[in-house]
C-alpha cells in the first residue's frame, strides 16, 4: 500500500511539472525573478545588492518595470540561492522553486496537524485548510519565500518539543531571512531564555547565521558594506507595506516613521502576554499568538509573507475538527478570511490586503481561547444533560 502511494504521488508530481512548464512561459515575471537574478550576479562575482547591475539583468530576462527587484534579505541568505545561479533557464527554475514550495508547504502544514494532535487519517483537512488561505495562492503565484520561512518555524517548534534546543535554534534561523516579520518571536525568545537561563536555541540560530554568512563573505568580500549600502539607499521606501504601510497611505506616505507606528501596540501587547504567561510559558501554546501579532505588527511584509500562519490556522483547525459547532464557524470564518483578504488586495492593495488578513487571524485566536474557557457553571448543566 505505501509502494503505491508513492508510486502515484511520484507520478501526480510529474504530471503537474509536465503541464506547469508550458504554462510558466507564459507567467508573468514576478518576485522570483529577483532570487534568479541575484543569484547569477552573486556566482559571478558582481555586486548582488546593486540596483543598477539587477536591473541590467532583469531587463535581460524581460523585466519592464522602472524599478528592478531586489533582495532585501541579509546576506547570510544569499548561499542557498547559488543553485539557482547555474540554471540558465528562467523557466526551469522557476519550476523547480515552484515544485520546492510546494513540497515544503505541504510538510511544514501537515507536521503542524501531526504536533497538535491532528488524525493521521485525516491528513487531507489541514491541506485542504492551506489550499483555503489565500497567502498561500499568492506566494505560489509569485515565487517567494515564505514557505522556507514557514519550515524555521515548524522545525523550531519539532525540535523545541523533543528537548534538541540547539537544533531548534538552527531551524528558527531561516526566519532570519526577513527577521522584520518575527521580531516580538525573537524578542518573546530572549525573555524566555533569560528567563530559563536556557541559551542554546540563540546558540543555534546564531551559529546557523554565522555559517550561511561566512559563506557569503568567502564568495564576496565586500556583501555586507553592498548590503548596509541598499538599506540606506531608500529603496525600500518605494513600496509600502503592512499595517505601517496602510498608515502612510492614509496620513502621510513619505512619513517612514509611520511604518514602524505599529510596532508600538506591538511591543506593548507582547509585554503584557509574557507577563501574564511567564511562569507557564510552553511555546506550543503560545507561538501561535505570539507569531500572528508579529506579522500584523511588522513593519515591512506583503500577503505572501502570511504562509506563516498557517501555524495557528492549522492548530485552530485541529481543535474545531471535533467539535461540529466550531467546525461551521471555523470553516465560515476561513472562507471569509479569504474573500476580506483577496477583496483587500484587489481594491486597496498589498498593504490592507496584509493587514486584513492578520487581524482576522489574530482575532480568531482570541475567540477560540475565549471559547476554550467556558465558565465552571455551564460543566454541571453540560453532565445532567449528557447523562439525561
Same mark, same amino acid.
Given at each position: 500500500?505505501? &509502494?503505491?502511494?508513492?508510486?502515484?504521488?511520484?507520478?501526480?508530481?510529474?504530471?503537474?511539472?509536465? &503541464?506547469?512548464?508550458?504554462?510558466?512561459?507564459?507567467?508573468?515575471?514576478?518576485?522570483?525573478?529577483e532570487y534568479w537574478t541575484t543569484a547569477h550576479v552573486f556566482?559571478?562575482?558582481?555586486?548582488?545588492?546593486?540596483?543598477?547591475?539587477?536591473?541590467?539583468?532583469?531587463?535581460?530576462?524581460?523585466?519592464?518595470?522602472?524599478?528592478?527587484?531586489?533582495?532585501?534579505?541579509?546576506?547570510?541568505?544569499?548561499?542557498?540561492?547559488?543553485?539557482?545561479?547555474?540554471?540558465?533557464?528562467?523557466?526551469?527554475?522557476?519550476?523547480?522553486?515552484?515544485?520546492?514550495?510546494?513540497?515544503?508547504?505541504?510538510? /511544514?502544514?501537515?507536521?503542524?496537524?501531526?504536533?497538535?494532535?491532528?488524525?493521521?487519517?485525516?491528513?487531507?483537512?489541514?491541506?485542504?485548510?492551506?489550499?483555503?488561505?489565500?497567502?498561500?495562492?499568492?506566494?505560489?503565484?509569485?515565487?517567494?519565500?515564505?514557505?522556507?520561512?514557514?519550515?524555521?518555524?515548524?522545525?523550531?517548534?519539532?525540535?523545541?518539543?523533543?528537548?534538541?534546543?540547539?537544533?531548534?535554534?538552527?531551524?528558527?534561523?531561516?526566519?532570519?531571512?526577513?527577521?522584520?516579520?518575527?521580531?516580538?518571536?525573537?524578542?518573546?525568545?530572549?525573555?524566555?531564555?533569560?528567563?530559563?537561563?536556557?541559551?542554546?536555541?540563540?546558540?543555534?540560530?546564531?551559529?546557523?547565521?554565522?555559517?550561511?554568512?561566512?559563506?557569503?563573505?568567502?564568495?564576496?568580500?565586500?556583501?555586507?558594506?553592498?548590503?548596509?549600502?541598499?538599506?540606506?539607499?531608500?529603496?525600500?521606501?518605494?513600496?509600502?507595506?503592512?499595517?505601517?504601510?496602510?498608515?502612510?497611505?492614509?496620513?502621510?506616505?513619505?512619513?517612514?516613521?509611520?511604518?514602524?507606528?505599529?510596532? @508600538?501596540?506591538?511591543?506593548?501587547?507582547?509585554? &503584557?502576554?509574557?507577563?501574564?504567561?511567564?511562569?507557564? $510559558?510552553? $511555546?506550543?501554546?503560545? &507561538?501561535?499568538?505570539?507569531?500572528?501579532?508579529?506579522?500584523?505588527?511588522?513593519?515591512?511584509?506583503?500577503?505572501?509573507?502570511?504562509?506563516?500562519?498557517?501555524?495557528?490556522?492549522?492548530? @485552530?483547525?485541529?481543535?474545531?475538527?471535533?467539535?461540529?459547532?466550531?467546525?461551521?464557524?471555523?470553516?465560515?470564518?476561513?472562507?471569509?478570511?479569504?474573500?476580506?483578504?483577496?477583496?483587500?488586495?484587489?481594491?486597496?492593495?498589498?498593504?490592507?490586503?496584509?493587514?486584513?488578513?492578520?487581524?482576522?487571524?489574530?482575532?480568531?485566536?482570541?475567540?477560540?481561547?475565549?471559547? /476554550?474557557?467556558?465558565?465552571?457553571?455551564?460543566?454541571?448543566?453540560?453532565?445532567?444533560?449528557?447523562?439525561?
Amino acid at each position: 500500500m505505501r &509502494i503505491t502511494k508513492a508510486v502515484v504521488c511520484v507520478l501526480a508530481i510529474l504530471a503537474a511539472c509536465a &503541464i506547469a512548464l508550458p504554462i510558466f512561459h507564459y507567467v508573468p515575471l514576478h518576485d522570483f525573478v529577483e532570487y534568479w537574478t541575484t543569484a547569477h550576479v552573486f556566482i559571478r562575482g558582481h555586486n548582488p545588492y546593486s540596483i543598477g547591475t539587477l536591473m541590467r539583468f532583469q531587463q535581460a530576462a524581460g523585466w519592464s518595470e522602472k524599478q528592478p527587484l531586489m533582495v532585501m534579505s541579509p546576506p547570510h541568505f544569499l548561499p542557498l540561492l547559488i543553485p539557482l545561479g547555474f540554471m540558465h533557464s528562467y523557466v526551469w527554475a522557476r519550476l523547480i522553486w515552484w515544485c520546492m514550495s510546494l513540497a515544503m508547504l505541504g510538510f /511544514a502544514t501537515l507536521t503542524v496537524w501531526r504536533f497538535y494532535g491532528g488524525d493521521v487519517d485525516r491528513q487531507w483537512i489541514p491541506l485542504c485548510v492551506a489550499a483555503a488561505f489565500l497567502p498561500v495562492w499568492h506566494c505560489l503565484a509569485v515565487g517567494q519565500i515564505g514557505p522556507l520561512l514557514l519550515l524555521g518555524i515548524v522545525g523550531f517548534m519539532w525540535f523545541e518539543r523533543r528537548g534538541y534546543l540547539f537544533m531548534a535554534g538552527t531551524a528558527l534561523a531561516l526566519t532570519t531571512f526577513k527577521p522584520h516579520l518575527f521580531y516580538l518571536l525573537w524578542l518573546a525568545l530572549l525573555l524566555w531564555s533569560v528567563h530559563r537561563r536556557e541559551f542554546r536555541v540563540v546558540l543555534g540560530a546564531s551559529f546557523a547565521a554565522s555559517v550561511g554568512l561566512l559563506a557569503a563573505v568567502i564568495i564576496d568580500r565586500g556583501v555586507l558594506t553592498q548590503y548596509f549600502a541598499l538599506i540606506r539607499s531608500g529603496y525600500v521606501w518605494e513600496y509600502t507595506s503592512g499595517a505601517g504601510g496602510v498608515l502612510r497611505s492614509l496620513l502621510a506616505r513619505q512619513n517612514h516613521d509611520l511604518q514602524f507606528l505599529p510596532m @508600538i501596540p506591538g511591543l506593548a501587547a507582547l509585554a &503584557i502576554y509574557w507577563r501574564r504567561h511567564r511562569l507557564d $510559558w510552553q $511555546w506550543c501554546d503560545r &507561538i501561535a499568538a505570539v507569531l500572528s501579532l508579529s506579522v500584523l505588527t511588522a513593519p515591512y511584509g506583503w500577503p505572501f509573507d502570511e504562509v506563516v500562519l498557517l501555524v495557528p490556522v492549522v492548530m @485552530i483547525a485541529v481543535e474545531s475538527v471535533y467539535d461540529r459547532s466550531r467546525q461551521k464557524i471555523f470553516v465560515g470564518w476561513l472562507v471569509a478570511l479569504f474573500a476580506a483578504t483577496l477583496a483587500g488586495v484587489l481594491r486597496y492593495g498589498d498593504a490592507v490586503g496584509m493587514t486584513v488578513c492578520a487581524t482576522g487571524v489574530l482575532a480568531y485566536l482570541g475567540f477560540d481561547s475565549t471559547m /476554550a474557557r467556558k465558565p465552571e457553571s455551564e460543566a454541571p448543566e453540560e453532565d445532567t444533560a449528557l447523562a439525561a
